[in-house]
């Protein structure tokens, strides 16, 4: 996939994909929501579409939180929380449910 070269293609691709996740989830029957069934985030893992969704969730809360922190004038702790990147992987784990 290529990059964005500027912010109207950003949005564009954006839009795109989301368009393609909605469909998907949409056909996606509510008997196989918890089906572990999409290749998870760490290697030799796996996820159900709810797994996906509050993952993308968890995701879009924390930018959110960063654009208001910056917007008001504060730092924006990047990953939150001054969570290290190195924890980053093992806080994924806790996050999502296990198998």
């Known amino acids: 996939m290529a990059v964005p070269q500027d912010k109207e293609a950003l949005l ?5 994909s989301f368009e393609k996740l909605a469909a998907a989830l949409a056909s996606t029957p509510e ?3 918890r089906e572990r069934s999409l290749p ?5 893992t796996q996820m159900s579409p709810c797994d996906l969704v509050a993952y993308l969730v ?3 809360e924390l930018l959110l939180k960063w654009l208001e922190r ?6 924006i702790d990047i990953p939150g929380n001054r969570l290290q990147m190195e924890r980053a992987r093992q806080a994924r784990a806790e996050i999502l449910p296990r198998p």
Not at 70 to 75: E, I, L, N, V, Y
């Open 12 to 16: 564009g691709l954006i839009d795109a």
């Open 31 to 33: 008997a196989l929501a």
């Open 40 to 44: 998870g985030h760490a290697k030799d």
């Open 58 to 60: 968890g995701w879009n």
């Open 70 to 75: 910056d917007a008001a004038g504060h730092p």
